[in-house]
């Protein structure tokens, strides 16, 4: 009988830049596992008949096997294991919310040390780029289709590479000069490096997707003047609009969106200025106000920038924080100051209109709400105010509206949202396909390149009367 494998509960961690160091620049904080550290984390993996962590993957990748060749120092064999099933692992690896699907159902997590599976992840992308030569995949004979993909983020990355391989001639248009979506222009440098997104765009422009930026679908062209040029179209336009609270003083100077700071930053080099054409005001006093991951960045992007405080303040408490546990602890060593069951109400603006001080009310929690959550309580006559140069407005987006409202067929919901099928993608119009954000709302970047995925697979099926067999073409 074979021997019962001995359970190692000591989850290797992956080195970082030390909290005082990485406060003043904006390289990657976490540094990755050595080969060492990767093999002996991958040696920890029980290998399950049953790989439970497998139904937490929105992408359904062999977690098991690409670790056992981990573990077996295959590290190319794990990379192959990897792509089979995720085209962007080196992103997935950093940015997935590994402790709310793949890892939280990992058997070792009952005992509080599940296998890092997003660490191993990104290990064995990291690895294919500095050791390893990237294979390029078979490219299928032209099927002599177009297929328009609108929109460069996760999601239309996914369709874009899925159906260059199988034959099709795909372009892709975005609006913005640069592509990749949220991870170029939302996600910050020091999690997301943005030589690794360029790296993945690259790729796909390698096997032969054209790339058109600076061409906004729905103003330089409708969606219906596209589809006369192409055989079928799909939708990764996301959730770029940003909420506001609609409180007074928002229209004051100093106060931003999330989308315009980090856009500021990641995409234009406000940080480098006046090396870069666009400016950042540096101030000294800088909240957040929001819960997320899109939070955590733009805080600790402020503490990158110089402020001499940044605060994240919050409505509900600790527990009910949305961001991963990670980013907010990352957060936490960098100097971010958290202030829980707070609101702002009130943004108050000096003779010149700038910001000078916020005015906030404390909160309380009561039942929980339709979310689960217990819905904060504001208490009567809790008024304070805070000294605040510096105001982030971080507390959602909704689907970017410009396609939906140019496109009189397209059925949207109610949040402005296209009406996709979740198993296929396809919209009301005919020929036309959508997924990630502008369907779900904002969302993560596995689920957008698992909507890719089925999309790419029903746009196939569509386009060559036949179901895809990609096992000869990764
Ligand atoms: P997007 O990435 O938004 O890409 C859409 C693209 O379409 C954009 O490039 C846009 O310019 C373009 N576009 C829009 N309208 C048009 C048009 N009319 N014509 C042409 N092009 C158009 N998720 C995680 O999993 N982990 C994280 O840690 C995480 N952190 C985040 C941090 C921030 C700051 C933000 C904003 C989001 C974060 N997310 C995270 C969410 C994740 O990035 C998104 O869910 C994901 O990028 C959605 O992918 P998408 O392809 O649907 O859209």
Not at 68 to 95: M, Q, T, W, Y
Request: glycine fraction near 10%; include cysteine.
């Amino acid at each position: 009988m074979a021997e019962k494998k001995k359970l190692d509960l000591n989850r290797r961690e992956m080195p970082k830049q030390p909290p005082h160091i990485r406060r003043r620049n904006f390289n990657e904080v976490a540094l990755g596992y050595t080969s060492e550290l990767a093999v002996a984390e991958a040696g920890r993996c029980l290998q399950c008949k049953k790989p439970i962590c497998m139904q937490g993957c929105p992408v359904e990748i062999d977690i098991p096997g690409f670790i056992k060749c981990i573990a077996e120092e295959d590290f190319a064999g794990s990379i192959r294991v990897l792509k089979d099933k995720n085209c962007l692992p080196a992103i997935c690896g950093r940015v997935c919310p590994q402790e709310e699907q793949c890892e939280v159902k990992c058997v070792l997590n009952n005992k509080n040390a599940p296998v890092a599976i997003g660490r191993l992840e990104r290990f064995a992308a990291d690895w294919e780029t500095e050791n390893g030569k990237i294979e390029m995949p078979k490219i299928k004979a032209s099927t002599g289709k177009k297929v328009a993909v609108i929109g460069s983020g996760p999601a239309g990355i996914t369709v874009a590479g899925d159906l260059v391989v199988l034959g099709h001639d795909v372009v892709m248009f975005e609006a913005l000069h640069e592509p990749g979506g949220v991870l170029t222009y939302g996600i910050p440098e020091f999690r997301l490096p943005k030589a690794i997104v360029a790296r993945e765009l690259d790729y796909i422009q390698k096997l032969g997707v054209k790339l058109i930026p600076n061409y906004v679908v729905g103003k330089i062209k409708t969606l219906d003047k596209i589809l006369e040029e192409f055989d079928a179209v799909f939708i990764g336009t996301g959730a770029g609009l940003p909420w506001f609270m609609f409180i007074p003083g928002e229209n004051l100077n100093g106060v931003y969106s999330a989308n315009e700071y980090l856009t500021r930053m990641n995409l234009m080099g406000g940080f480098n200025y006046p090396k870069s054409s666009t400016p950042i005001k540096k101030h000294k006093r800088v909240a957040v106000v929001g819960g997320g991951n899109v939070a955590m960045d733009c805080a600790r992007t402020s503490i990158r920038l110089g402020a001499e405080e940044t605060y994240i303040i919050y409505r509900r408490s600790k527990q009910e924080l949305p961001a991963r546990a990670e980013e907010v602890e990352n957060a936490e060593e960098e100097g971010v100051i958290f202030k829980f069951l707070t609101l702002p109400t009130k943004l108050i603006g000096d003779e010149d209109g700038w910001l000078k001080e916020i005015e906030c009310v404390e909160m309380e929690l009561g039942e929980p709400d339709k979310s689960g959550r217990r819905r904060p309580i504001v208490i009567e006559g809790s008024e304070f105010r805070i000294p605040m140069d510096g105001y982030v407005v971080a507390i959602g987006n909704s689907p970017n509206p410009l396609i939906p409202q140019s496109t009189p067929d397209l059925e949207t919901g109610k949040w402005g949202n296209i009406v996709a099928d979740e198993e296929t993608g396809k919209t009301s119009k005919e020929r036309v396909w959508a997924g990630g954000d502008i369907v779900t709302g904002a969302a993560t970047v596995i689920l957008a390149m698992g909507a890719g995925r089925k999309a790419a697979r029903s746009m196939h099926e569509y386009l060559s009367g036949e179901k895809p067999d990609t096992s000869d073409s990764k």
